[in-house]
């Protein structure tokens, strides 16, 4: 829910060999697997500037609210997926880049 956004503005996400910090870009449900959903599994490293611009802009597009947070090329995204139930092969995706070191 945005009250839940409001609250939970960044992710933290930490590996072995560091710490990372993400804002979120975005929010939204599709659909895996159908020629209806956004591939958004498709996209893991952007060739160009059109490219990563391009898939902001459709996960910008597809959010269910405005965070008011936007990435640039050059900016590292983590995409979170879990299943989503209101839909055959639902899906939730929250979009994130990470912030300055």
Not at 21 to 36: G, L, M, W
Not at 49 to 69: M, N
């Amino acid at each position: 829910s945005e009250d839940f956004y409001q609250e939970h503005k960044t992710i933290r996400f930490d590996t072995l060999s560091g710490f990372g910090e993400y804002e979120i870009v975005a929010v939204f449900k599709t659909v895996a697997y159908s020629e209806q959903g956004f591939k958004y599994y498709h996209f893991t490293r952007a060739e160009s500037a059109e490219d990563f611009d391009a898939y902001i802009s459709k996960c910008k597009e597809l959010s269910i609210y405005d965070t008011g947070v936007s990435a640039e090329y050059g900016d590292k995204l983590i995409t979170l997926s879990t299943c989503e139930y209101s839909q055959n092969d639902g899906r939730l995706l929250v979009v994130a880049k990470k912030t300055e070191d």
